[in-house]
């Protein structure tokens, strides 16, 4: 178990297992109803977001679409608990203020190497900590 320091951007504390993008996010190019990644040649193309802690550099799209791609997602019950970005950009964090996930921002470099797709995440924004708690395998 390891703790890091960060940088709250919306409020509140979730857990759940770490799904990593090397790619910025456009929520409209994900299936609400799935929860799936479905823009072609994105790294996580074909893996649910729905539930997890979602780590990425930041969003990418129209103020519109981003808004309310996060919105369906939530409203079919598939939005991520958590987020973690490198980039913060007021579209995701109004958008997440106002559908309430928690985001945090600027984490030691450290934590990105620690960091494995199979690790379990606690997001506390409130204290500004995240915790990396154990495999999701045990």
């Known amino acids: 178990m390891e703790t890091f320091t960060c940088h709250k951007i919306a409020q509140g504390m979730a857990k759940g297992k770490a799904l990593v993008s090397k790619d910025d996010i456009c929520f ?4 609400p109803k799935t929860g799936v990644v ?16 979602l780590v990425f550099p930041g969003g990418k799209g129209s103020s519109v679409v981003q808004a ?10 598939n939005a991520p608990r958590a987020m973690i970005l ?7 964090v109004a958008s997440a203020i106002i559908i309430g996930i928690p985001v945090v ?5 450290k934590f990105y190497t620690a960091l494995a797709p199979d690790h379990f995440l606690s997001v ?9 708690e154990r495999r999701t395998d045990g």
């Open 105 to 109: 921002s600027k984490l030691p470099e």
């Open 28 to 31: 409209y190019m994900v299936d």
């Open 68 to 77: 309310d791609g996060l919105y369906q997602l939530q409203r079919h019950g």
């Open 124 to 132: 506390d924004a409130n204290r500004h900590t995240v915790t990396i």
């Open 86 to 92: 490198k980039h913060a950009d007021t579209v995701i």
């Open 38 to 53: 479905i823009e072609k040649g994105h790294d996580l193309e074909g893996q649910s977001i729905a539930g997890t802690v």
